[in-house]
């Protein structure tokens, strides 16, 4: 079964925002300032990758 480009991008945008989640659950548990540091930052790129992606599918952006 071929999946629609709007299929991909809800699954990409899952995937995306899990990965908020993770990073910042992973910062929480870590004690190196630098690591949670980066963990902080990574999550917040991802962040931004979701609301591009949430933006396409609301705005119909996809073809």
Same mark, same amino acid.
């Given at each position: 079964?071929?999946?629609? *480009? #709007?299929?991909?991008?809800?699954?990409?945008?899952?995937?995306?925002? &899990?990965? +908020?989640?993770?990073?910042?659950?992973? /910062? =929480?548990?870590?004690?190196? *300032? #630098?690591?949670?540091?980066?963990?902080?930052?990574?999550?917040?790129? &991802?962040? +931004?990758?979701?609301?591009?992606?949430? /933006? =396409?599918?609301?705005?119909?952006?996809?073809?």
């Amino acid at each position: 079964m071929k999946l629609k *480009p #709007e299929d991909y991008l809800k699954k990409a945008l899952l995937d995306t925002q &899990e990965k +908020v989640r993770d990073f910042m659950d992973f /910062s =929480y548990e870590v004690d190196n *300032p #630098e690591v949670r540091d980066f963990l902080r930052e990574s999550a917040k790129m &991802e962040g +931004v990758q979701a609301e591009k992606i949430k /933006s =396409y599918l609301e705005n119909g952006k996809i073809y």
